[in-house]
């Protein structure tokens, strides 16, 4: 987004339904005549420059979010969209749950929603040390500590299993059981399955900005929804397990509790 989209100025905004914004409707319209700048995201919240506004988007369960040029290739549903004064436009459309915000740059250290968000599992400032030092003096679980938002974000259930797997770690393995060898294991997995994934343009049923669907599917995961098949390390068949709300996949013999 910030290379596609750095530099467009806005000329309108179209909003289908004022339900997802958090200020009326007309006073989002200030957008208009602005310069877009940088993108950047945490979890599922993507923040960009409108200098001095910073749209605040957030597809929730699932989305689209698509950059086009033309009519044809627009979304026949959505809930917003920017056409630039270049005559593209940026469309987003989603089923339930998702966000339209605008703040002043000032007011979104105070923004709700995202304020707490910790920090994005794959910023360069998340080193090995400092994994281990968020990890440090926790108590719970290591998978529900991964899930949670505002310790890191942007691992939800389908990318937290693998990483686990390849560090061989129970996902109920109490934080302070844990290795300094099995943390610096995991942060390295953790890397490797988003980088492996984002290199692959996501996961298969998701569409990036052009409406292009990922590559990331099954054949890429190693224990995540293959219950019952072999553990690509042992053969021991991968197990299906309840863990709090969630589900995990692991291979029980290299997983063990
Ligand atoms: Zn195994």
């Not at 004022?18 to 923040?47: D, M, Q, S, Y």
């Not at 310790?151 to 299993?161: A, D, E, F, P, R």
Request: proline share 5%; aromatic share 8%; hydrophobic share 35%.
């Amino acid at each position: 987004m910030t290379k596609q989209l750095s530099g467009k100025r806005i000329a309108d905004v179209n909003i289908t339904q004022p339900k997802c914004l958090n200020l009326p409707a007309k006073r989002f319209r200030r957008v208009i005549g602005k310069r877009v700048n940088e993108t950047t995201a945490r979890g599922k919240w993507l923040f960009t420059n409108l200098h001095p506004d910073i749209l605040l988007l957030n597809l929730g369960m699932g989305g689209d979010l698509i950059y086009h040029k033309n009519e044809a290739t627009i979304p026949q549903k959505y809930q917003l969209r920017i056409s630039f004064k270049d005559e593209s436009a940026l469309t987003a459309s989603f089923f339930w749950f998702g966000y339209i915000h605008l703040v002043s740059e000032k007011e979104l250290p105070k923004h709700k929603m995202t304020y707490d968000l910790g920090i994005s599992a794959l910023d360069k400032e998340l080193t090995p040390e400092m994994f281990a030092s968020l990890l440090s003096g926790r108590r719970g679980a290591i998978k529900s500590f991964l899930l949670d938002q505002s310790n890191i974000s942007g691992i939800g259930n389908v990318y937290v299993q693998d990483p686990l797997f390849k560090a061989k770690i129970h996902p109920l393995r109490l934080i302070p059981t844990l290795t300094p060898r099995e943390i610096q294991d995991l942060h390295t997995s953790i890397r490797e399955v988003l980088n492996r994934s984002l290199k692959l343009g996501g996961l298969r049923y998701e569409r990036n900005l052009y409406g292009r669907n990922g590559n990331y599917g099954p054949e890429n995961f190693l224990v995540a929804y293959k219950t019952g098949k072999p553990c690509p390390a042992c053969k021991t068949r991968i197990a299906k397990i309840k863990t709090g709300s969630t589900a995990s996949y692991i291979c029980p013999s290299c997983q063990k509790l």
